[in-house]
């Protein structure tokens, strides 16, 4: 991304979908971005949470416009868009077949259930280590065709049913969202909620080194020109851990630190925190929030 502002919005916030955001873009706020961060625009884009609850991630939703029209966005723009790592709707067709058809499912085993995560069980004390960023347990109880019942994992709402990110049917899934999003013309990806796709015993299940080397599957993208940035809200020292294996972090504690060197004239609050994690690094490379990844 070139060193300008970069805008994100939702596909439809501005000219009501994929095509009418170009027009925007090209019109009224021609030249004034490096780049566009389109939040979820698949299928449902407005579902249990706000398309981040994706039912075909390969899919445009067709009150946005098409593939096509991420094309046409991307020839003149860079394009960054999210790729949901950690889980996919309820309503998602893998999913239903799995809730009607159990272990004779082809998707058995692409979803994350009690059992799956802890196959000697769980005690007590595992339990309560989980981090998870909803109060109570990341737990729901789905009924299977058979009429027998499964604690399915799902961090963050009812409808949003974590993916087993080992099981093969979903490294297939997400290689074919990096497929189409590359065919697409898309050059940057954020992972989104990726600090939750590993789930390991007697941890909390959050940023583990487990999710680290999860992280550092980014082959996956480099292999496709598709840049990675990562998203998660922990400390600085966190923040700078990963940087070293991908392309670009944020978190959303820098634009009120932005905003308040902007209205003050004090950088102090926004170069202090890093300038100490960083070392020597230059300031104005903390000030883009970008780091290269590790060679």
């Known amino acids: 991304m070139p060193e300008q502002v970069e805008l994100i919005a939702y596909a439809d916030r501005l000219g009501g979908g994929l095509g009418g955001l170009r027009d925007v873009l090209d019109?009224?706020?021609?030249?004034?971005?490096?780049?566009?961060?389109?939040?979820?625009?698949?299928?449902?884009?407005?579902?249990?949470?706000?398309?981040?609850?994706?039912?075909?991630h390969t899919e445009v939703d067709q009150g946005l416009g098409s593939?096509?029209?991420?094309?046409?966005?991307?020839?003149?723009?860079?394009?960054?868009v999210d790729v949901i790592v950690n889980h996919v709707s309820s309503s998602s067709p893998p999913f239903l077949d799995w809730l009607a058809s159990g272990p004779a499912s082809e998707f058995d085993g692409?979803?994350?259930?009690?059992?799956?995560?802890?196959?000697?069980?769980?005690?007590?004390?595992?339990?309560?280590?989980?981090?998870?960023?909803?109060?109570?347990?990341?737990?729901?109880?789905?009924?299977?065709?058979?009429?027998?019942?499964?604690?399915?994992?799902?961090?963050?709402?009812?409808?949003?049913?974590?993916?087993?990110?080992?099981?093969?049917?979903?490294?297939?899934?997400?290689?074919?969202?990096?497929?189409r999003l590359a065919a697409a013309g898309v050059t940057r990806v954020r992972l989104d909620a990726v600090g939750y796709a590993v789930k390991t015993q007697g941890t909390t299940s959050f940023m583990t080194p487990e999710t680290f080397a999860f992280i550092d599957e980014i082959t996956w993208c480099h292999e496709r020109s598709l840049a990675v940035l990562v998203e998660v809200h922990s400390s600085y020292q966190r923040q700078i851990d990963i940087a070293r294996q991908v392309d670009q972090v944020y978190d959303f504690a820098l634009p009120p630190l932005v905003l308040h060197a902007v209205t003050t004239g004090?950088?102090?609050?926004?170069?202090?925190?890093?300038?100490?994690?960083?070392?020597?690094?230059?300031?104005?490379?903390?000030?883009?929030?970008?780091?290269?990844r590790r060679q």
Not at 130 to 135: A, C, F, Q, T, V
Not at 140 to 150: A, E, F, S
Not at 272 to 278: C, E, L, N, S, Y
Not at 281 to 290: F, M, S, V, Y
């Open 27 to 56: 019109g009224p706020l021609a030249g004034l971005f490096g780049g566009v961060h389109v939040l979820p625009f698949f299928r449902p884009y407005d579902g249990a949470d706000a398309g981040f609850d994706p039912a075909d």
């Open 67 to 80: 593939w096509a029209d991420v094309q046409a966005l991307a020839a003149d723009h860079a394009i960054m």
């Open 110 to 179: 692409m979803f994350l259930t009690l059992g799956g995560a802890f196959p000697d069980g769980a005690r007590e004390e595992d339990l309560l280590r989980l981090y998870r960023p909803r109060p109570g347990l990341p737990f729901t109880v789905y009924p299977l065709g058979d009429g027998t019942k499964r604690l399915v994992w799902t961090t963050f709402t009812a409808q949003q049913v974590d993916l087993d990110v080992r099981d093969p049917a979903t490294r297939a899934y997400l290689l074919r969202v990096l497929d």
């Open 266 to 292: 004090d950088a102090d609050p926004l170069l202090a925190p890093r300038a100490a994690v960083m070392g020597s690094r230059n300031p104005a490379d903390l000030l883009r929030g970008t780091a290269r």
